[in-house]
């Protein structure tokens, strides 16, 4: 039953209510607190029993200290009202000053049926997570056997640079068991030098795009040398945390290392088959206390071989006394390389040894011999000949233990036929000789040498450049390089100066480089030549050099050979200037 003196606006609602069934029942409760009337369905929230001089909220817990309304209504839905039943609470003040509190059961029916929904959800969600974890630590187990096995060290470090996560793999690495390392800052337990730090510290800090992978030496505290590249990622769940995987390469390393040393003697470096020639005939002239003339054009490094021979010899812990013969000025040359006597000319004023003196039982090395005066050439001979050299302004000879390596960008035979040279000092200089190729022919050595060069950059110019991309090492490949290897060494420092990035790319490099002629020109029109005048024109270009040839044509010696038999090129063929002999 409604009362139908309540206000009309409450008499509407109880009465919709109940046409909806929604089973209401409702209180009304004084200014005080206290109950002045119920009615509804009010036994089905255990209401009846409600004590009208005694305030309600002590009465129902669910409204102790809710009387006065501090606003307008209150809702409190899904309250449990009973053992097993719920309702939804309408509180709320009447015109006449009083308060009526409306129960709704509805929500009890709705309740239980979310209630039963919710635990076989529940009980659904539970096995399927019970299944998902039990696999995720399958893939867990098997993701760490794999890491493992594959030796990656894998790290997670978090915002602050504590090590959160590290794989059994780097106890290697470690003075300890991997747990003691967790929570440590990856700086004290990485055994890396101070330099590889500062490196990893600019990647853990770096924008995803901008990290790339870089090679890290490791020495563990037994000794033991490692190589490792490290990747740097985000982490997925976190992205101020980052993954480091760091990949073993010591083998490769190693092997690279050994490679490199077989590509190495003192400091020249080459891997090409000219250059391996080179390194044997410095180690078989070490071996004896001839003198050795070297050849070759400017920038092919003939004071490398000259500093390669004296340091392979039986000489090498005396002196190595270098002497650039072009740079000795003509009135003081016989001064300079065999002393003089107090007053023996204006400007004598002490006695002084000259070069000769000083490399008293080591190695005098005579660069660009061609460039030196005849006079000065007699007074060489008598040297190699009599083992004794005499001061200006002195009669008496002053014996000296001197091996001669002398050095020449000229043709001293054709010298000697425009009367500038000796012959018979030539004779006693090339004893022993070696002739260093020019770099154009030997461009199997240009990467190597690159790589070489761009180290040195590093250091020279603390820029961290790592690599040259493919069209840059072309650019390099594709050149003539009259400079030869010295050219090569200031082309990678320009190109170190100029790159504002960690890879070096065409763009970078000296304009000659790109804007000059390339020494594959034997390729243009080719489109339009026959084979024939393009293998003329690349042996014209390689100087005759059949290797060097094939290599601008981009095939091989063998086929070279079956080619040119094809085409019936014979060596009168070719122009003189190529002065090229047919071999075997």
């Given amino acids: 039953m409604i009362d139908e003196s309540m206000p009309q606006p409450i008499v509407d609602e109880l009465r919709r209510l109940c046409v909806d069934r929604r089973h209401p029942a409702y209180v009304q409760v004084a200014a005080d607190g206290t109950i002045r009337g119920q009615g509804g369905e009010y036994e089905r929230y255990g209401i009846g029993t409600l004590a009208p001089d005694e305030p309600v909220g002590h009465q129902l817990d669910y409204l102790e200290g809710m009387l006065p309304l501090s606003g307008e209504a209150v809702f409190l839905p899904l309250v449990q009202v009973m053992p097993e039943v719920y309702a939804d609470l309408h509180l709320f003040p009447s015109d006449d000053g009083d308060y009526v509190l409306l129960l709704d059961a509805t929500a009890q029916a709705y309740h239980l049926f979310d209630i039963q929904q919710n635990a076989n959800e529940l009980s659904l969600l539970r096995r399927q997570q019970t299944n998902l974890i039990a696999e995720i630590r399958k893939i867990q187990g098997d993701l760490l056997a794999v890491l493992n096995q594959l030796q990656i060290v894998t790290a997670i470090v978090n915002e602050r640079g504590d090590l959160e996560f590290l794989s059994a793999s780097a106890e290697r690495l470690l003075s300890g068991p991997v747990a003691e390392a967790l929570g440590r800052p990856w700086e004290r337990v990485l055994p890396i030098t101070e330099e590889d730090k500062l490196r990893v510290r600019e990647l853990l800090q770096a924008p995803l795009g901008q990290r790339r992978r870089i090679t890290l030496n490791a020495v563990t505290h037994r000794g033991r040398h490692f190589a490792f590249e490290l990747d740097v990622r985000d982490d997925p769940r976190m992205p101020a945390k980052r993954i480091l995987c760091l990949y073993d390469v010591t083998e490769v390393y190693d092997l690279r290392q050994l490679l490199e040393d077989k590509a190495r003697l003192h400091e020249l470096i080459g891997?090409?088959?000219?250059?391996?020639?080179?390194?044997?005939?410095?180690?078989?002239?070490?071996?004896?206390?001839?003198?050795?003339?070297?050849?070759?054009?400017?920038?092919?490094?003939?004071?490398?071989?000259?500093?390669?021979i004296h340091a392979s010899s039986h000489r090498k812990d005396k002196p190595l006394i270098v002497v650039n013969s072009a740079g000795l000025s003509d009135s003081l040359i016989n001064s300079q390389l065999f002393g003089h006597k107090k007053g023996a000319f204006t400007d004598a004023s002490s006695d002084q040894e000259g070069f000769f003196e000083a490399a008293d039982g080591g190695t005098i090395f005579l660069d660009e011999i061609g460039d030196i005066p005849m006079n000065t050439q007699t007074r060489i001979l008598r040297a190699l000949e009599q083992k004794e050299v005499m001061r200006i302004g002195e009669t008496k000879a002053r014996k000296v233990d001197v091996r001669i390596i002398a050095a020449t960008n000229k043709s001293l035979n054709d010298e000697v036929a425009r009367g500038n040279f000796r012959l018979d000092l030539l004779y006693r200089l090339r004893i022993a000789r070696i002739n260093l190729p020019p770099l154009r022919v030997r461009t199997d050595d240009i990467p190597l040498l690159v790589s070489t060069f761009l180290k040195q950059s590093r250091a020279a110019t603390g820029k961290q450049i790592d690599e040259i991309d493919q069209d840059a090492m072309r650019a390099f490949v594709d050149y003539r390089w009259p400079g030869n290897v010295r050219e090569l060494k200031n082309a990678i420092s320009f190109a170190a100066i100029h790159c504002k990035g960690p890879i070096i790319r065409v763009k970078d490099l000296p304009p000659e480089l790109t804007e000059g002629p390339s020494r594959f020109e034997a390729r243009r029109d080719a489109g339009t030549d026959t084979e024939k005048e393009r293998i003329l024109r690349a042996l014209e270009s390689a100087g005759g050099n059949r290797g060097e040839a094939a290599r601008m044509l981009g095939i091989g010696r063998a086929t070279l050979y079956r080619r040119m038999k094809a085409c019936m090129i014979i060596p009168g063929d070719l122009p003189k200037s190529a002065q090229w002999k047919p071999e075997g």
Avoid: N, P
């Fill in 271 to 308: 891997a090409s088959d000219a250059m391996h020639e080179v390194f044997q005939l410095i180690r078989d002239v070490a071996a004896v206390d001839a003198t050795v003339l070297i050849e070759g054009e400017t920038g092919t490094g003939k004071e490398l071989v000259a500093r390669a």
